[in-house]
């Protein structure tokens, strides 16, 4: 059975059962804002220390690297246009496979070249993430994001963190301004 969780909730992966490897859903529509046919968001995870930023760029995962070094975390790849049903972008989590200093994964999701074509997360409805366990295929967990982000150009939608020997979920539902940028600022990726 499914938790719905609102903002600010944190929860465990698991109660009773162990859960190692999972899948972290995105999905967003922005359609009916959408007079070009160019609305492209991005799924991203950082993988941060205790200091809450990443080691190295490595610990980046996006678009443009698919796949942490460790193969704990690997990106499903860019669905450039969100049309469908269903999710939009899907990073999978093997908890097991994390190095011991992640100490958190965030996951967000940008606009691309945002600016330059005018958009925000104002224009974005029905955004949401889940957590689904690999093994079985259900769903553990999922936020509904319903906050106003308005001029947001980036959303840092959850994370799941190391709580002792536990993992647990946080939904945390902040927009950021300067999109995908201004989120590498904040966890010290380095941009060229």
């Known amino acids: 059975m499914s938790v719905s969780l609102k903002k600010g909730d944190k929860v465990a ?51 443009n690297n698919l ?3 460790s193969g704990g975390v690997i990106h499903s790849g860019d669905n450039l246009t969100g049309f469908g049903e269903g999710d939009d972008e899907v990073i999978k989590v093997d908890l097991e496979k994390l190095p011991k200093y992640a100490d958190r994964v965030v996951f967000c999701v940008t ?11 104002g224009m974005v409805e029905n955004s949401y993430i889940r957590i689904v366990d690999d093994v079985t295929g259900n769903e553990i967990m999922r936020y509904d994001l319903k906050e106003k982000f308005g001029n947001s150009t980036a959303i ?34 380095e941009v060229e």
Request: proline share 1%; net charge negative.
């Open 13 to 63: 992966l698991s109660k009773d059962s162990i859960v190692n490897r999972i899948s972290v859903c995105l999905g967003w529509d922005t359609a009916k804002y959408d007079d070009d046919g160019d609305f492209d968001l991005d799924a991203s995870a950082f993988v941060v220390t205790k200091a809450g930023i990443t080691r190295s760029d490595n610990d980046f995962v996006f678009y």
């Open 67 to 69: 796949k942490h070094p």
């Open 111 to 121: 606009i691309f070249e945002a600016e330059r074509r005018m958009q925000n997360f």
């Open 156 to 189: 840092i939608a959850g994370e799941i963190y190391r709580d002792e020997s536990k993992w647990k979920f946080h939904a945390v539902g902040e927009g950021r301004d300067g999109g995908l940028l201004e989120l590498c600022k904040e966890f010290e990726v």
